[in-house]
């Protein structure tokens, strides 16, 4: 295997993957990666020409991820979660010649026409939200998860063959952390279905009776679990790590952690997809905890390079770990990326600062991106589906947040055309269920409202903070605090 797998020492017979549908070992694991990989070449598939894996949860996602990588071939994660539209687009920006269905198990030709990308030796290529309306194609190296796989076995001290909890789809880079984590440490993933994890009691069952040690997640997720007394220590005994990432971890999740979890270990992190899933890390601590509010997201990675541009206030990050490019988007290569002593620079778009000691702090978004439950969400991606819609002239989404920056919910406002001017005779549901075809359930607003017209600030742009003033104005038992 290559050099992001385990070495030959793991026990062939400890479980490797723990999926909705079945369980291998490493033998296993192993046994059918061979099989995966042997059918993969006879339908076609070729080294630097990505290859789509759409499914959710079962094994055969894992064992496709790893033929993948012993093969050199990119893989691209979809789960299926996207709408069939989304799924499409990012078959076609990624110019996948293969798709392989995790839950059939079968291979689908997507294009006879091969095209080795221009980037060698990509270990996989995720799709975030794009401003245009078009998702954009982060493609990350293989020397970026090896670096990710060794950060993770020599400072997080996940012990001896760590047990991963994964929820967080394998669309979502999170994901990544238990996947490079099992297969480079030698540990097992527990994945979790949406039906498992929307009944709280199976879920903890599920991740009881297989002994997950880390947990993996956003803020967000782990707030939604302090709903259920069975969330502590006692129903969950053997969770020794807590790792974030994904959103802004608030000292109050941490106190309510520390008070269920006493003894163990909350790892905040932070980083963007497009720097192989994070770049910071710090142990949160009780001298951590009394010390700052809000709380840092860390020290920077060894061998990665994180600062403040002194002029906008953007966090930079330079190192291995950044990204190849976005796939055939020359236009943002050139503002997002640059050059630093040899190595590939990102300009994250997000504001913060530098302390003194090397403690690193973000401070939320310059653009109007925001993250929602852990998943990026360009607001002008919503805007153009909006304006897609039929009878819909134009259209703006704000985000609802918390005082600590937390976004809670999406709220869109609606310009109908000019031959809808009957706002009661609307159909709101069924704009929102045509918005489903179209984007992730995750970006669909919580609620849509009809205006006359958008507020336009002085650059003719959409006033989004007019909108949040006339939105708390007139729901005065918003939950804003």
Known sequence: MQACFVDQ?????????????????????????????????????QRDVPLVILGHK??????????????????????TIYPSERIQRICDISKST????????????????????????????????????????????????????????????????PVFMNQAPFSF??????????????????????EVISNTEKFYVRIRDHRATVWVSTPSFAYQQLLSRDFNQKSLPFITTFLFCGEVLSTGLVKHIRQRFPNSNIINTYGPTEATVATTSIFIDDVILNEYDPLPVGYQKPGTKIYC??????????????????????????????????????????SGFVDENGLIFCSGRLDDQIKLHGYRIELSEIDAALRELPGVLTGATIALRKSDGTVVRLISYI????????????????????????????MIPSEMIVCEALPMSANDKVDRKALTEIYAKHNLDMVIS
Not at 173 to 194: F, H, K, W
Not at 323 to 332: A, F, K, V
Not at 422 to 442: A, M
């Open 309 to 350: 541009d002194s002029h906008t206030g953007e966090l930079c990050i330079v190192g291995n770990n950044v990204m190849r490019g976005y796939i055939n988007r020359e236009d943002l290569n050139a503002t997002k990326m640059f050059s630093q002593d040899g190595k590939r620079g990102f300009r994250t778009g997000d």
């Open 98 to 161: 293969l798709l392989f269905r995790a839950d059939q198990s079968r291979f689908e030709k997507l294009n006879e026409i091969v095209t080795p990308l221009a980037e060698k030796q990509l270990a996989y290529m995720m799709f975030t939200s794009g401003s245009t309306g078009e998702p954009k194609g982060v493609q990350i190296g293989v020397e970026s998860v090896v670096e990710l796989g060794s950060w993770m076995r020599d400072s997080f001290g996940l012990g001896d063959h």
């Open 58 to 79: 079962q094994a055969s996602f894992i064992v496709a991820i790893t033929g993948c990588l012993r093969l050199g071939i990119p893989f691209v994660p979809i789960d």
């Open 415 to 442: 310009v109908p055309s000019a031959e809808n001017t009957k706002y009661d005779d609307l159909d709101l549901e069924r704009w929102k269920e045509k918005l489903s075809n179209v984007i992730p359930n995750y």
């Open 9 to 45: 020492t793991v026990d062939r017979e400890r479980d490797a993957i723990i999926g909705s549908d079945q369980i291998l070992t490493w033998a296993q694991l192993e046994e059918e990666s061979d099989i995966w990989i042997r059918k993969a070449r006879e339908h076609g598939a």
């Open 173 to 194: 880079d999170l994901s990544v952390y238990e996947i490079v984590g099992t297969l480079y440490l030698g540990g097992t993933c527990v994945l979790n279905s949406r």
